[in-house]
Antibody
Framework: QVQLKESGPVLVQASETLSLTCTVS????????VIWVRQPPGKGLEWMGI???????DYNSALKSRLSINRDTSKSQVFLKMNSLQTDDTAIYYC?????????WGQGVMVTVSS | DVVMTQTPVSLSVSLGGQVSISCRSS???????????LSWYLQKPGQSPQLLIY???NRFSGISDRFSGSGSGTDFTLKISRVEPDDLGVYYC?????????FGAGTKLELK
């Protein structure tokens, strides 16, 4: 069945770089896009960016200067890197598959940015 | 950016009752290809969001027919009939028509 699982550090120092991995199973990254969404504690959802099935990427302009998304299709993994972290980047980070909606979501990883 | 405005912010409902949630977008969500990429998600406490409805009115696999979506252009509605305990949580609308994709602020459904 379709599964996505985020992994990465739970605590990052301010000004450092966040690196997260989304490992997928049950589908191919060459057939579906994957997006990253984050949710600060007690708040709503923010779309961060997408890597399409052809490998092209699009980013939220609010994050574009700090964010990159790429993938390794042979390992079924999507990677998020975001630099210059600040405390307001503290959030649950989700990866989700893109179909006609965001149809399958990972469990999320809570990342705390410490000053 | 397309701003998604959800109302109400919270709803109290009795089990077995019916509720409606409104979602309005600041711009039309009709894509150049003719599709309208408006979806509804439910986030239960402590869980990831789950897709309920896509492209305005299509139920995702396994979603009960108690959930229905409607609307067009900039004005959309999610209706939930015969509310059950498992329906409680925060409902979000989201648009995938225009970058950046955006979500409403959420509507919390609670028991009366």
């Amino acid at each position: 069945q379709v599964q996505l699982k985020e992994s990465g550090p739970v605590l990052v120092q301010a000004s450092e770089t966040l690196s997260l991995t989304c490992t997928v199973s049950g589908f191919s990254l060459t057939n579906y896009g994957v997006i990253w969404v984050r949710q600060p504690p007690g708040k709503g959802l923010e779309w961060m960016g997408i890597i399409w099935r052809n490998g092209n990427t699009d980013y939220n302009s609010a994050l574009k200067s700090r964010l990159s998304i790429n993938r390794d299709t042979s390992k079924s993994q999507v990677f998020l890197k975001m630099n210059s972290l600040q405390t307001d980047d503290t959030a649950i980070y989700y990866c989700t598959r893109v179909s006609t909606g965001f149809d399958y979501w990972g469990q999320g990883v809570m990342v705390t940015v410490s000053s | 950016d397309v701003v998604m405005t959800q109302t109400p912010v919270s709803l109290s409902v009795s089990l077995g009752g019916q509720v409606s949630i409104s979602c309005r977008s600041s711009q039309s969500l009709v894509h150049n290809n003719g599709n309208t990429y408006l979806s509804w998600y439910l986030q239960k406490p402590g869980q990831s969001p789950q897709l309920l409805i896509y492209k305005v009115s299509n139920r995702f696999s396994g979603i009960s027919d108690r959930f229905s979506g409607s609307g067009s252009g900039t004005d959309f509605t999610l209706k939930i009939s015969r509310v059950e305990p498992d329906d409680l949580g925060v409902y979000y609308c989201g648009q995938g028509t225009q970058y950046p994709y955006t979500f409403g602020a959420g509507t919390k459904l609670e028991l009366k």
